[in-house]
T-cell receptor, first 112, second 113 residues
Framework: QQKVQQSPESLIVPEGGMASLNCTFSDRNSQYFWWYRQHSGEGPKALM?????GDKKEGRFTAHLNKASLYVSLHIKDSQPSDSALYFCAVSIGNYAQGLTFGLGTRVSVFP | DMKVTQMPRYLIKRMGENVLLECGQD?????MYWYRQDPGLGLQLIYISYDVDSNSEGDIPKGYRVSRKKREHFSLILDSAKTNQTSVYFC????????????FGPGTRLTVL
């Protein structure tokens, strides 16, 4: 069964700083990788996806994928207080029945 | 705009009472999910529904059942609620595209006294 592990559990970042979130997964057949963000009192929302090895940049967010190393990461540049949230890594092997497997999350706190 | 709704948003029940949590989506998505979220435990999958009357247990189905009689509506039922079912419950739906993106509702905070 797919296992998705995230580190660190929590992260404190100064405003304007860089936040780096890590995620490892166990199934080498994994194909689809998502980062979700959940603000307090809300449901998780998809932040970005990455499906091919390498980097993908969307604004201040950059995702990195290395399937051979079973590793995906998210970097938040120029962190803002509004980036304070719980971030989930989610992985799918492309099995219709199973969908996404979520990690436990990394809590990011950005202080002014 | 794609939307998943949940009702009620907050609910307080006594142990042994029945609970009905409701979820709707306006995207005609076939697949829907119920999760619960507890501190430090992430999102735990309770049930999956692949379409009307086509439901499958997730990782923690014990104490729960579901009903899906219309594609846009998915209910979670707790028969005789227990205090350890106090949690935040999220419904999600999955788009038809192959990217497996899930859309989540705002959640229902359930307290069982």
């Amino acid at each position: 069964q797919q296992k998705v592990q995230q580190s660190p559990e929590s992260l404190i970042v100064p405003e304007g700083g860089m936040a780096s979130l890590n995620c490892t997964f166990s199934d080498r057949n994994s194909q689809y990788f998502w980062w979700y963000r959940q603000h307090s009192g809300e449901g998780p929302k998809a932040l970005m996806s990455i499906f091919s090895n390498g980097d993908k940049k969307e604004g201040r967010f950059t995702a990195h994928l290395n399937k051979a190393s079973l590793y995906v990461s998210l970097h938040i540049k120029d962190s803002q207080p509004s980036d304070s949230a719980l971030y989930f890594c989610a992985v799918s092997i492309g099995n219709y029945a199973q969908g996404l497997t979520f990690g436990l999350g990394t809590r990011v706190s950005v202080f002014p | 705009d794609m939307k998943v709704t949940q009702m009620p948003r907050y609910l307080i029940k006594r142990m042994g009472e029945n609970v009905l949590l409701e979820c709707g989506q306006d995207m005609s998505h076939e697949t829907m999910y119920w999760y619960r979220q507890d501190p430090g435990l992430g999102l735990q999958l309770i049930y999956i529904s692949y379409d009307v009357d086509s439901n499958s247990e997730g990782d923690i189905p014990k104490g729960y059942r579901v009903s899906r009689k219309k594609r846009e509506h998915f209910s979670l039922i707790l028969d005789s609620a227990k205090t350890n079912q106090t949690s935040v419950y999220f419904c999600a739906s999955r788009g038809q595209e192959s990217s497996y993106e899930q859309y989540f509702g705002p959640g229902t905070r359930l307290t069982v006294l």
